[in-house]
C-alpha cells in the first residue's frame, strides 16, 4: 500500500514569494490534515479536512495561508507571500475515519526555508 | 494546553529500560503515541482511550491514568532502533491532536 505522498521534498524561497505544497493521501483515507513542525517542536496542527470540507481551520493563518481539497483527495497548502517566520517543515497526513481520531500516517514532508 | 512531556532527553545503553510521560493539565479523551527518527515522518505507535487501558507493541507499551490525566509511555530492553524522538499527542473530544514538544531518545551500543 501507498503511503502519504508529498512534493517537493525540499523549497528554498525569497521572502514575499509565493509557495505551494502538494499531498497525495492513502486511498481511502477520509481525513486529511496539513501540520506545520517547527525545529524541535511537536507537529503543530494548521487545517484539517473531512472529505472536501475543512472542519477545523482555526489554526490556519488566513491572511496569508490557504488550502483546498478538490474531490476530497488530494490537497494544496498555499503560502503567498511568504516571510522568514515561515521556514518550517510541512507535513500531511490522513487517516481513515472522520471523527479525527484515528491513527494518522504522515508524509515524508516538505522542508521550507524562506531566505 | 499543549501536553508536557517528561524527560525532555534520554541516553540509553542497549537493554535499558525508559519511562516517557505525557501529561495534561485538562481532561483527556485519547491519547496517541508517535515516534519521529531524523528527517523522517512521525510514525504512529499506538491510541489510548480514557478508562485507563493499557496497550502493548512489542516491547514497547503504554498506559493511561485518567485520575492524572497522564500517559506514560514503556520502552523495555531498548534496541538500537528505538533512537528517535517521541511525541505524545492529546485529544480532548474534538478529534483534533496537540502535541508534545517531544522527548529525544538515543539508545548506545
Known amino acids: 500500500e501507498a503511503g502519504v505522498v508529498q512534493s517537493p521534498r525540499y523549497k528554498i524561497i525569497e521572502k514575499k514569494q509565493p509557495v505551494a505544497f502538494w499531498c497525495n493521501p492513502i486511498s481511502g483515507h477520509n481525513t486529511l490534515y496539513w501540520y506545520r513542525q517547527n525545529l524541535g517542536q511537536g507537529p503543530e496542527l494548521l487545517i484539517r479536512?473531512?472529505?472536501?470540507?475543512?472542519?477545523?481551520d482555526s489554526q490556519l493563518p488566513k491572511d496569508r495561508f490557504s488550502a483546498e481539497r478538490l474531490k476530497g483527495v488530494d490537497s494544496t497548502l498555499k503560502i503567498q507571500p511568504a516571510e522568514l517566520g515561515d521556514s518550517a517543515v510541512y507535513l500531511c497526513?490522513?487517516?481513515?475515519?472522520?471523527?479525527?481520531?484515528?491513527?494518522?500516517?504522515f508524509g515524508p514532508g516538505t522542508r521550507l526555508t524562506v531566505t | 494546553q499543549q501536553p508536557v512531556q517528561s524527560p525532555q532527553a534520554v541516553i540509553l545503553r542497549e537493554g535499558e529500560d525508559a519511562v516517557i510521560n505525557c501529561s495534561s493539565s485538562k481532561a483527556l479523551y485519547s491519547v496517541h503515541w508517535y515516534r519521529q527518527k531524523h528527517g523522517e515522518a512521525p510514525v504512529f505507535l499506538m491510541i489510548l482511550l480514557k478508562g485507563g487501558e493499557q496497550k502493548g507493541h512489542e516491547k514497547i507499551s503504554a498506559s493511561f491514568n485518567e485520575k492524572k490525566q497522564q500517559s506514560s509511555l514503556y520502552l523495555t530492553a531498548s534496541q538500537l532502533s528505538y533512537s528517535g524522538t517521541y511525541f505524545c499527542?492529546?485529544?480532548?473530544?474534538?478529534?483534533?491532536?496537540?502535541f508534545g514538544q517531544g522527548t529525544e531518545l538515543s539508545v548506545k551500543p
Open positions: 499527542g492529546t485529544e480532548y473530544g474534538e478529534g483534533k491532536l496537540i
Open positions: 497526513a490522513s487517516s481513515f475515519g472522520t471523527s479525527g481520531r484515528g491513527e494518522q500516517y
Open positions: 479536512y473531512e472529505n472536501e470540507e475543512a472542519v477545523d
